[in-house]
């Protein structure tokens, strides 16, 4: 029986529940959280006052995010490249998509319309 060259593209079920449950539960968490901020913050207004003052602090979080998000991209696509060459068409596809869904929502977190 000959081996194919190219790993099977199906995911694992186990891998989609792991990623499920851990949507769910930064969902559940960011949930939380709002509420929590609401409660000791007096309610919406108050809530929605000191995210407004603080909001240079998660910009800086936000980058420190963003710079570990792109050595871990750096580090998975060398060894993406390395396994399958072939793929540098979608590498670089997933880059240039990225970069600018980054920046859009960064510009629409600073953007007041009201």
Do not use: C
């Amino acid at each position: 029986m000959p081996i194919s060259p190219r790993p099977s593209k199906k995911l694992p079920k186990r891998l989609i529940h792991a990623v499920a449950l851990w949507a769910a539960l930064l969902i559940l968490l960011a949930f939380t959280a709002n509420i929590i901020g609401i409660y000791l913050n007096g309610g919406i207004v108050g809530w929605s006052s000191w995210l407004d003052d603080h909001k240079l602090l998660f910009f800086v979080w936000r980058l420190f995010l963003y710079a570990a998000t792109a050595a871990g991209w750096l580090w998975a696509r060398r060894r993406l490249l390395q396994r399958d060459p072939e793929s540098r068409l979608r590498v670089r596809f997933m880059e240039t998509i990225a970069l600018p869904i980054a920046l859009l929502i960064e510009l629409s977190q600073w953007i007041n319309l009201s």
